[in-house]
């Protein structure tokens, strides 16, 4: 069963292996590989992590509260690595699981400004105060399902903008990579044309296979009205390749590691629903509006 360290702001008492809880340093204060120790006892205590997982805290070091170590956390299983952050008393006795925050500072501004990406495939206005920004996989069957729901909301919000980001997930789906590479391509020959393209591919989303991808990926693109031979000299280029794998990038550095993912002005949606979609689209348009209001009376 997969368990995840992401879990609300709750402060615990740290228990269960009473030698560890024990040792400290000659001054009382346990030393770093002390609350090492402690924290990758208590975390496999916590979430029953047997020998077939490997936990791995790092050394604590100073975080934004004084009194408060911030512990990088590793966890390993069956190939599959998380990665997560605990903060630790000086004392060594209190944990917190979950994120720091600064309340004085946008929590989506970061990544709102990362996600400022410039030319990309896209639905809607090429500028806009609400973007909508999905990062996706074309083999992906709940990213089908993203897509006829981005589909059918899209003439509604006439001002916001939808793009569209590759994030092929080449260890579950064999052709994911070249669908995506197919995708930037359509989008380079024509970007009016990309929308129908994209869509293409989705609908026969169950009819493609890692033998019969290359033809089937030509074939639907001379449906959409592009020019097969082009599509095919772009994808054998290596800068296509270059910005598919640039995606790719900037989704981890977002920590986007399933599909689809979704950022409404930097603000992160993954999974979720069409409701919940237009609540985080509605809140921004509302935002939006209140800042050029704000502005205007200045």
């Known amino acids: 069963m997969k368990r995840t360290l992401q879990a609300g702001l709750i ?17 009382g204060t346990p030393l770093p590989a002390q609350i090492e120790q402690r924290v990758e006892a208590y975390l496999r205590h916590y979430y029953a992590w047997g020998p077939q997982f490997t936990v791995k805290a790092e050394t604590p070091k100073p975080s934004l509260i004084p009194d408060l170590y911030e512990v990088p956390v590793e966890i390993s299983f069956r190939g599959q690595t998380e990665t997560a952050k605990v903060f630790i008393s000086h004392n060594g006795k209190y944990m917190i699981r979950g994120e720091l925050t600064d309340l004085l500072v946008d929590p989506f501004a970061a990544a709102r400004a990362k996600l400022d990406v410039g030319d990309h495939p896209h639905l809607g206005p090429a500028k806009a105060c609400v973007n909508v920004v999905e990062f996706a996989d074309f083999q992906c069957p709940h990213c089908k399902e993203a897509n006829e729901a981005l589909t059918a909301i899209e003439p509604q919000y006439p001002d916001v903008k939808f793009t569209f980001m590759d994030f092929p ?10 669908a995506a590479l197919a995708g930037r391509c359509a989008y380079k020959q024509n970007p009016a044309l990309y929308p129908k393209y994209r ?18 990926l030509l074939n639907l693109a001379s449906q959409a009205g592009l020019n097969a031979s082009t599509l095919t000299a772009c994808m054998a280029d290596p800068a296509t390749k270059a910005e598919v794998e640039a995606d790719e990038n900037l989704g981890k550095s977002l920590n986007v590691n399933s599909t689809p993912t979704l950022f409404v002005n930097g ?10 979609l237009e609540q985080f689209i509605g809140y921004e348009q509302d935002e939006c509006k209140a800042h050029a209001s704000a502005a205007a009376h200045n």
């Open 169 to 178: 997930l080449t260890q579950l789906h064999p052709w994911a990579l070249k």
């Open 199 to 216: 869509g293409l591919i989705f609908a026969q989303q169950d009819q493609i296979t890692a033998d019969n991808a290359s033809d089937k």
């Open 267 to 276: 603000r992160p949606m993954i999974g979720g629903t069409e409701q919940l």
């Open 11 to 27: 402060i615990c008492a740290l228990a269960g292996v009473a030698a560890l809880w024990a040792q400290q340093s000659p001054t």
